[in-house]
T-cell receptor, first 108, second 115 residues
Framework: KNEVEQSPQNLTAQEGEFITINCSYSVGISALHWLQQHPGGGIVSLFMLSSGKKKHGRLIATINIQEKHSSLHITASHPRDSAVYICAVEKGTYKYIFGTGTRLKVLA | EPEVTQTPSHQVTQMGQEVILRCVPISNHLYFYWYRQILGQKVEFLVSFYNNEISEKSEIFDDQFSVERPDGSNFTLKIRSTKLEDSAMYFC?????????????FGPGTRLTVL
């Protein structure tokens, strides 16, 4: 069983829709990260969370430590948001454990 | 803005050959990492490096793999005798701190193709 599970695996949305991507983990963590992987392969960090909620532009990330669950929300989605969104956890120190990713496609 | 760089962007090699993948981490970062992503699969941790030694490694990182920081700027991953299953995208990352405050910055990746 994966230590980090994401849902859904694939998501297609119409431009303007509100999008939620979920991440559940089964291990103790020191932090959780949301990453964006572009079609060319590059990985960009979006958020690092250890508690509560963070907002950056149209992106909002929340984490519930007790429930071992995090969500990434995109408001007013746009075709340029199309990418793979990856949840990764820091277990102890020194490394990330990655989820399988959610492939998002936003249609114009 | 400082960034992690990797060379080459694409490396094609014959099975059994040695390859060295190179990374230049962000200059004031202290922790360095290699990850790999086989096509269509999730990103997997290979190794972390701090204070000139390996901090942690995964089961994937066997005796065929080694890492080195040969000078103050480069961080390399060597695969001694490549196998077909080593074909993947290899990402280098660096962070200033670790353990809950260590946002990692990723390089653009090196696509390794083993024929």
């Amino acid at each position: 069983k994966n230590e980090v599970e994401q849902s859904p695996q694939n998501l297609t949305a119409q431009e303007g829709e509100f999008i939620t991507i979920n991440c559940s983990y089964s291990v103790g963590i020191s932090a959780l990260h949301w990453l964006q992987q572009h079609p060319g392969g590059g990985i960009v960090s979006l958020f690092m969370l250890s508690s509560g909620k963070k907002k950056h532009g149209r992106l909002i990330a929340t984490i519930n430590i007790q429930e071992k669950h995090s969500s990434l929300h995109i408001t007013a989605s746009h075709p340029r948001d199309s990418a793979v969104y990856i949840c990764a956890v820091e277990k102890g120190t020194y490394k990330y454990i990655f989820g399988t990713g959610t492939r998002l496609k936003v249609l114009a | 803005e400082p960034e992690v760089t990797q060379t080459p962007s694409h490396q094609v090699t014959q099975m059994g050959q040695e390859v060295i993948l190179r990374c230049v981490p962000i200059s004031n970062h202290l922790y360095f990492y290699w990850y790999r992503q086989i096509l269509g699969q999730k990103v997997e941790f290979l190794v972390s490096f701090y204070n000139n030694e390996i901090s942690e490694k995964s089961e994937i990182f066997d005796d065929q793999f080694s890492v080195e920081r040969p000078d103050g700027s480069n961080f390399t991953l060597k695969i001694r005798s490549t196998k077909l299953e080593d074909s993947a995208m290899y990402f280098c990352a660096s962070s200033h701190t670790s353990g809950g405050a260590g946002e990692q910055f990723f390089g653009p990746g090196t696509r390794l193709t083993v024929l």
